[in-house]
């Protein structure tokens, strides 16, 4: 429905009132917040906050953060001697025990040696026990030259005594050529041990000949000694039937003393001459008594260089120094391998450091026994508890794996911070963060 016009008289009205109202009496609409003005009022309140925050006083530092890689302890195990690698009992990974058998090695001569170092003892030992019987031979005869200067003065009872006393010179004799019997008889054992290891040698170097590892010249001196030492063994037992054939010889003079000494009647000998024969005798003495000297130092000196071997023998037992895993083994079985090389390397998992640098503005507050907190990428809740162990006494550059120029030119120093219980859990190799703290 159309609306009718308003009355030109009622809107002229209208106009003449609005025109006469009065501004103060009239009520004014509030105004609405510019939106502009949001980010000038911010900067002003951050700048206002920032201002108060650099003069009002900072709390004090309570730890310090770092970061680095765990390692581990290594313990290298070489070889105390040289020889060829006969069994390896273990390979990587595996858990040994401290002086348990890891490598089994062997050397074909060391045996032959050894045989032979315990016949040269047993025959210095007979030339002891030689030595012996030839002292008490000679006081023996000390004793019976002193009766016969007391039968040359007409004793009938010291010439009774002088030739049971041969009679006893004759049986000591009788004994000590049964002792050069023995002693002939461990010299040839000592000969035949020697001929053997000359073989041995003689025919690995004809092995070494054939493959060009060794000259002929080698193997003809190997060949010579082996000859020598066959040549010893025929010698030695030419030498063994000559004292058989002696005891058989003081066995007769022992029967011809024995009736001798039945059959001894009293003369009158010259007193110098029973004289003399007593310094000879005195003389035999103090020569058998050097013998000793030196037959006992002989078994001294052949028991050491068989100690020696023995313990190079128990050297190629190789055994773990410490509880640890095997981290590598470079050499496999029937390896040969010389003295001082590194056969296994075994880590103690125990030992479990964390090493890191600290800036050099940083490390005056730091010292070591200090502890800390060490957190795993896989447990970042559940920190091992470690200390400060370690500080480098000199600073160095940042090390090469910090790759922008402005950490390269920092002076750090290096830090090791021992975990207490790694629990099998904190490895090395592994990135860790740290919290240092610094009460």
């Avoid at 009766?147 to 010439?159: H, I, K, T, W, Y």
């Avoid at 200390?387 to 000199?394: A, G, R």
């Avoid at 002076?411 to 099998?424: C, N, S, T």
Wanted: aromatic share 4%; hydrophobic share 40%.
């Amino acid at each position: 429905m159309s609306q009718a016009a308003p009355n030109p008289s009622e809107v002229s009205l209208q106009q003449t009132e609005s025109q006469n109202v009065d501004p103060a009496n009239t009520p004014q609409q509030p105004q609405k917040f510019n939106p502009r003005l949001i980010i000038p009022l911010a900067l002003v309140i951050g700048a206002i906050g920032y201002g108060i925050w650099t003069i009002l006083p900072k709390p004090a530092e309570t730890v310090l953060h770092v970061s680095g890689r765990l390692e581990s302890d290594e313990t290298d195990i070489g070889a105390k001697t040289a020889g060829r690698l006969a069994n390896i009992l273990v390979r990587e990974g595996d858990v040994v025990k401290k002086g348990q058998v890891v490598i089994e090695m062997e050397d074909e001569e060391i045996p032959a040696q050894l045989s032979g170092l315990n016949a040269q003892i047993e025959a210095a030992q007979q030339e002891e026990i030689q030595a012996k019987q030839e002292i008490a031979v000679a006081e023996s005869r000390i004793r019976e030259a002193t009766l016969n200067v007391q039968q040359s003065q007409g004793d009938a009872v010291g010439r009774i005594d002088q030739a049971q006393f041969t009679v006893s010179a004759t049986a000591s004799d009788l004994r000590q050529a049964e002792a050069l019997v023995k002693q002939s008889e461990a010299q040839l054992q000592q000969s035949k041990a020697e001929l053997k290891l000359a073989r041995i040698e003689r025919d690995r170097y004809a092995e070494l000949v054939k493959e060009g590892a060794v000259n002929q010249q080698q193997f003809d001196q190997k060949q010579t000694v082996l000859d020598t030492s066959l040549a010893n063994v025929n010698t030695t037992e030419a030498k063994l039937l000559a004292s058989q054939a002696s005891v058989r010889a003081f066995r007769d003079r022992l029967l011809a003393a024995q009736g001798n000494s039945v059959q001894v009647q009293a003369t009158g000998l010259n007193p110098d001459i029973r004289n003399a024969q007593l310094d000879t005798y005195y003389l035999q003495k103090n020569q058998a008594q050097s013998k000793l000297l030196a037959a006992q130092a002989k078994v001294k000196n052949a028991q050491a260089a068989r100690d020696q071997i023995q313990r190079r023998l128990d050297s190629f037992k190789v055994k773990s120094p410490i509880d640890g895993i095997v981290q590598s083994r470079p050499f496999e079985s029937g390896a040969v391998v010389a003295t001082g090389k590194t056969l296994l390397t075994v880590l103690d998992p125990n030992a479990v450091y964390l090493r890191c640098y600290i800036p050099e503005g940083e490390i005056g507050k730091i010292r070591v026994g200090q502890t800390a907190k060490v957190f795993l990428d896989s447990s970042p809740n559940k920190p091992f508890i470690a200390h400060v162990s370690q500080i480098d006494t000199k600073a160095s550059f940042t090390p090469e794996n910090i790759y922008f120029k402005q950490d390269r030119v920092k002076q750090v120093f290096g830090v090791k911070l021992a975990i207490d219980q790694p629990e099998g859990f904190a490895k090395s190799g592994m990135p860790a963060d740290a919290e240092i703290e610094l009460k």
